[in-house]
Nanobody, 120 residues
């Protein structure tokens, strides 16, 4: 089973940018559709973006459309989330996982995530 490690989070001001990475520490992502999710304090984890296994198709939550870009490099076994024009509402722990549509595969565990904090 593929294991994933998120990185790239940090503290940024409103309007700033960050690029998150999701690397496979074990196994390969090549045969999976992949997605990013986020969980703000006191709230449920929600879908952010997804990409199909070839990278040809992407999908975004309305709240991030036009600001975030998901991509993948299967040769590096890594999925990325480029986040621009960040807003305080984007503050959350960000996670990646194997997806079907906008939902993580049932039974898949979650990694530790990476914290993104946007200051106003």
């Amino acid at each position: 089973q593929v294991q994933l490690v998120e990185s790239g989070g940090g503290l940024v001001q409103t309007g700033g940018s960050l690029r998150l990475s999701c690397a496979a520490s074990r196994g390969t992502i090549r045969t999976y559709h992949m997605g990013w999710f986020r969980q703000a304090p006191g709230k449920d984890r929600v879908f952010v973006a997804a990409i199909n296994l070839t990278g040809a198709m992407t999908d975004y939550a309305d709240s991030v459309k036009g600001r975030f870009t998901i991509s993948r490099d299967n040769t590096k076994n890594t999925v990325y989330l480029q986040m621009n024009s960040l807003e305080p509402e984007d503050t959350a722990v960000y996670y990646c996982n194997v997806v079907s549509g906008r939902t993580a595969w049932p039974g898949r565990s979650w990694g530790q995530g990476t914290q993104v904090t946007v200051s106003s």
